[in-house]
C-alpha cells in the first residue's frame, strides 16, 4: 500500500490560490489512479480531481479554476486552487489506486474566507 503526504493546505480569502502537494511512497508509474477528494463538515467525501490512466476529470464545480498534475520525478501530485470560493473549504485528501488497492493521505484543511 502508497503511504501519501499532503502538504499545502492552509487559510485563504475568497478570490485568493493555494496548490496542494502530495507526495507518495510509490513509484508513479505503477499508479492507475491519483487525485484529490475533498470532505466539507457535515457532508460526504467528494472528488475534486483525478488522473486515471492519462485522463484528467475534474467535479463540475471546479472546473477552470483548478489544475491537476503530476511530476512523475518527484512521485508528486498537485492541485493548483485558483479563484477559491468559500464552498471550497474542506479537508483535501490525496488518494491513489495501485494494484487494486486505494490508499489515502491524512488530509489537509483548505479554508476560504469570505
Known amino acids: 500500500q502508497a503511504q501519501l503526504v499532503e502538504s499545502g493546505g492552509g487559510l485563504v480569502q475568497a478570490g485568493g490560490s493555494l496548490r496542494l502537494s502530495c507526495v507518495a511512497s510509490?513509484?508513479?508509474?505503477?499508479?492507475?489512479?491519483m487525485g484529490w477528494y475533498r470532505q466539507a463538515p457535515g457532508k460526504q467525501r467528494e472528488l475534486v480531481a483525478a488522473i486515471t490512466s492519462g485522463r484528467t476529470n475534474y467535479a463540475d464545480s471546479v472546473k477552470g479554476r483548478f489544475t491537476i498534475s503530476i511530476d512523475t520525478g518527484k512521485n508528486t501530485v498537485s492541485l493548483s486552487m485558483n479563484s477559491l470560493k468559500p464552498e471550497d473549504t474542506a479537508v483535501y485528501y490525496c488518494?491513489?489506486?495501485?494494484?487494486?488497492?486505494?490508499?489515502w493521505g491524512p488530509g489537509t484543511q483548505v479554508t476560504v474566507s469570505s
Open positions: 510509490a513509484s508513479i508509474f505503477s499508479i492507475n489512479e
Open positions: 488518494t491513489c489506486l495501485r494494484y487494486g488497492t486505494r490508499s
